[in-house]
T-cell receptor, first 113, second 115 residues
């Protein structure tokens, strides 16, 4: 699986958009970008994933560059409850036998009032 | 849906004792994953099953660790004998594989302390 690079930490003001970058310059054509987050003392939570098109759901938006070498997770209106570690993961298309996700260090997002 | 259920939430044991962690995946899910999290090493995948069959156990640290999935609704992770370095939070996760929308659902974890 391709390796990802994320900033160690970021701060964001409450109510503002949080933009979390991820670099995956060695991504291959059949690899998806997944984002998960982990709020303190809880298990990781799925946020969103995409292949090459931008994606949006009720939690966030995912913007993938045209060359697919980087992506940005956008939380449009961050709240204090969004304070968490955010993981960007690149992995091959999930197959019938399941697909393991390898978590890196992630980005610590601190939302401040 | 109750989500992924893990038990116990907390386990304190002494070095050398056997420890068994339990997991009930979400009904209908066909893949199950065991992860371990420590401050030093982050989240590590230990093993995962698909349709009750172990697919990849390359993350299992050593022979002291074993995992089973006797049926689709239950899995165990056993450590025997336990050592202080096994202290960590152990997470179980499940997913429905074979779909474009595969995503992992994690349990609340088991905090293991080996004294």
């Amino acid at each position: 699986d391709a390796k990802t690079t994320q900033p160690t930490s970021m701060d964001c003001a409450e109510g503002r958009a949080a933009n979390l970058p991820c670099n995956h310059s060695t991504i291959s054509g059949n690899e998806y970008v997944y984002w998960y987050r982990q709020i303190h003392s809880q298990g990781p939570q799925y946020i969103i994933h995409g292949l090459k098109n931008n994606e949006t759901n009720e939690m966030a938006s995912l913007i993938i560059t045209e060359d697919r070498k980087s992506s940005t997770l956008i939380l449009p209106h961050a709240t204090l409850r969004d304070t968490a570690v955010y993981y960007c993961i690149v992995t091959v298309f999930p197959g019938l036998r399941g697909n393991k996700l390898v978590f890196g260090a992630g980005t610590i997002l601190r939302v401040k009032s | 849906d109750a989500g992924v259920i893990q038990s116990p939430r907390h386990e304190v044991t002494e070095m050398g004792q056997e420890v068994t962690l339990r997991c009930k995946p979400i009904s209908g899910h066909n893949s199950l994953f065991w992860y371990r999290q420590t401050m030093m090493r982050g989240l590590e995948l230990l093993i995962y099953f698909n349709n009750n069959v172990p697919i990849d156990d390359s993350g299992m640290p050593e022979d002291r660790f074993s995992a089973k999935m006797p049926n689709a609704s239950f899995s165990t992770l056993k450590i025997q004998p336990s050592e202080p370095r096994d202290s960590a939070v152990y997470f179980c996760a499940s997913s429905l594989s074979g779909t474009d929308y595969e995503k992992l659902f994690f349990g609340s974890g088991t905090q293991l302390s080996v004294l």
